[in-house]
C-alpha cells in the first residue's frame, strides 16, 4: 500500500511569490492535514480537510489556503510568501477523522529567499 | 500555543541504555499519541493510548498515561543508534471538533 506522497519534495521562492504544495493521502483515507514546522517550533497545525471541506484551521493568516479535491488529495497555497514561511511543510491523512492515528509524508521543504 | 510539553528537549545516552520521555498537556484529551520523526522526515506514529488506558506496550516501547496529572511518560527499553530521532507526543482535546496538537519534542541521540 503506497504512503501518503507530496510534491515538490524541494521548493525555492522569492518573497511575495506564492507556492503551491501537494500531498495525495493513503488510498481510502479522506482525511488530509497540514502543517507547518519551522526550526525550532515543533509542529504547528494549519488545516484539516475532511471529505473535501474545511474542518479546522489553525492559527495561521488567510494567505495559507488550501483545498481538498473529489479524490481527497489535496493542495496547500501559501501567497504573499514571507521569509519565516520557510519550514518543512508536513501533510498526513487519517482513516478517521479528527483524534486518530495520522500517518505523514515526508514533507515538502520551502525555502523563501 | 502547544497542548504537549516533551521533556527533556534532548536527551543523550550509549546503546543498551533506557531512554524515557515526558509528556505533559493543559486539557483533558481522548487519546495521546506518540510519533518519531527521524531527521527532516515525516513523523512516524508508534504507539496510542486511550484515556481510559494506563499502560501500552509495543516491542520495546512501554507508554503509561496519568490522567489526574496530565502527564504521560515513552519509555524505550535496549536503545539502538537506529532510535536516534526526535520524539513528540500529541494530544486529541476532548473539547470541539479537532485534531492533534503536537509538542516540540524530545530530541533522542543513541551513541553506539
Known amino acids: 500500500e503506497a504512503g501518503v506522497t507530496q510534491s515538490p519534495t524541494h521548493l525555492i521562492k522569492t518573497r511575495g511569490q506564492q507556492a503551491t504544495l501537494r500531498c495525495s493521502p493513503i488510498s481510502g483515507h479522506t482525511s488530509v492535514y497540514w502543517y507547518q514546522q519551522a526550526l525550532g517550533l515543533g509542529l504547528q497545525f494549519l488545516l484539516w480537510y475532511d471529505e473535501g471541506e474545511e474542518r479546522n484551521r489553525g492559527n495561521f493568516p488567510p494567505r495559507f489556503s488550501g483545498r481538498q479535491f473529489p479524490n481527497y488529495s489535496s493542495e496547500l497555497n501559501v501567497n504573499a510568501l514571507e521569509l519565516e514561511d520557510s519550514a518543512l511543510y508536513l501533510c498526513?491523512?487519517?482513516?478517521?477523522?479528527?483524534?486518530?492515528?495520522?500517518?505523514f509524508g515526508p514533507g515538502t521543504r520551502l525555502l523563501v529567499l | 500555543s502547544q497542548q504537549g510539553e516533551e521533556d527533556p528537549q534532548a536527551l543523550s545516552i550509549q546503546e543498551g541504555e533506557n531512554a524515557t520521555m515526558n509528556c505533559s498537556y493543559k486539557t483533558s484529551i481522548n487519546n495521546l499519541q506518540w510519533y518519531r520523526q527521524n531527521s527532516g522526515r515525516g513523523l512516524v506514529h508508534l504507539i496510542l493510548i486511550r484515556s481510559n488506558e494506563r499502560e501500552k506496550h509495543s516491542g520495546r516501547l512501554r507508554v503509561t498515561l496519568d490522567t489526574s496529572k496530565k502527564s504521560s511518560s515513552l519509555l524505550i527499553t535496549a536503545s539502538r543508534a537506529a532510535d536516534t530521532a526526535s520524539y513528540f507526543c500529541a494530544t486529541a482535546s476532548v473539547s470541539g471538533y479537532s485534531t492533534l496538537t503536537f509538542g516540540k519534542g524530545t530530541m533522542l541521540l543513541v551513541s553506539p
Open positions: 498526513a491523512s487519517s482513516l478517521l477523522r479528527g483524534q486518530e492515528t495520522q500517518y
